[in-house]
């Protein structure tokens, strides 16, 4: 395939989706990954892209999320209240993973002093463990994204995946009804699908605004999803098969 056919592919793709991973760009251009990443080096110097670990993202997208500071403050309450509700999932002796979303930090401030196992790469809200004294709390260790100050790369996914999880409580980007959970971010969604691969159950906590966000990696199958925790909203109509797995909180 000329190269000229493989940037549109690239392009094309990303259009689409938002972001896109090396391993699906490998795929639908069939090309080795060595000529990808010099295709995508190529075009972020045409500033048509923006790299990041694992695969790209769209320029104007790298735009699209709020910084953390601000996300923070957004739909609190709907995060404590998803949160509250996720607490009856955890349970004594449990070893559990937990991801580095705001709206999942909020689940380690509540978190009941009962001896626990708890892995995060959430730098931020580690600390909220610090005063439990039957937790035993593991910080994931990684390279720290500057933009969202969790915890990423090789260093994360290799601590993330040196334990078994009873359970692992993520949020989202966004969710597909066919597909799954979805994120922007090729590294979140790296440590993300870590976390997964590793789990007996795994429980999105997502609010319901997002839901209409269908564009991005998809990081956890809907197959592969125990729970969902939302707030109800009149604009979303589940299909009758999410009925034995959607909690509103």
């Given at each position: 395939m000329l190269k000229f056919d493989r940037h549109m592919l690239i392009l094309d793709a990303l259009e689409k989706e938002g972001t896109v991973s090396l391993s699906h760009l490998m795929k639908i251009?069939?090309?080795?990954?060595?000529?990808?990443?010099?295709?995508?080096?190529?075009?972020?110097?045409?500033?048509?892209?923006?790299?990041v670990h694992g695969g790209a993202?769209?320029?104007?997208?790298?735009?699209?999320?709020?910084?953390?500071?601000?996300?923070?403050?957004?739909?609190?309450?709907?995060?404590?209240?998803?949160?509250?509700?996720?607490?009856?999932?955890?349970?004594?002796?449990?070893t559990i993973?937990?991801?580095?979303?705001?709206?999942?930090?909020?689940?380690?401030?509540?978190?009941?002093?009962?001896?626990?196992?708890?892995?995060t790469p959430a730098l931020e809200s580690f600390r909220d463990l610090a005063c439990k004294q039957n937790v035993t709390a593991v910080l994931s260790g990684g390279i720290m994204n500057k933009d969202t100050q969790n915890l990423v790369g090789s260093l994360t996914i290799d601590v993330i995946k040196k334990f078994s999880y009873s359970t692992c409580f993520i949020s989202a980007d966004g969710f597909d009804c066919n597909r799954g959970s979805l994120e922007l971010d090729c590294e979140e969604?790296?440590?993300?699908?870590?976390?997964?691969?590793?789990?007996?159950?795994?429980?999105?906590?997502?609010?319901?605004?997002?839901?209409?966000?269908?564009?991005?990696?998809?990081?956890?199958?809907?197959?592969?999803?125990?729970?969902?925790?939302t707030n109800k909203s009149m604009n979303i109509s589940w299909p009758e098969e999410f009925n034995n797995i959607v909690i509103f909180a």
């Open positions: 251009t069939e090309t080795p990954r060595l000529s990808i990443q010099r295709d995508l080096k190529e075009l972020e110097t045409k500033q048509k892209l923006k790299r993202i769209l320029v104007d997208s790298a735009h699209r999320g709020l910084p953390k500071k601000i996300r923070e403050h957004e739909k609190v309450a709907v995060k404590k209240a998803l949160c509250k509700c996720a607490l009856q999932f955890i349970h004594k002796n449990d993973c937990i991801d580095a979303s705001t709206t999942c930090s909020y689940l380690l401030t509540y978190m009941p002093d009962i001896p626990l196992n708890v892995i969604s790296m440590v993300k699908k870590s976390m997964i691969d590793v789990s007996e159950q795994v429980i999105v906590l997502i609010d319901s605004s997002k839901l209409s966000n269908t564009k991005g990696i998809v990081t956890c199958p809907v197959e592969k999803i125990t729970r969902i925790i």
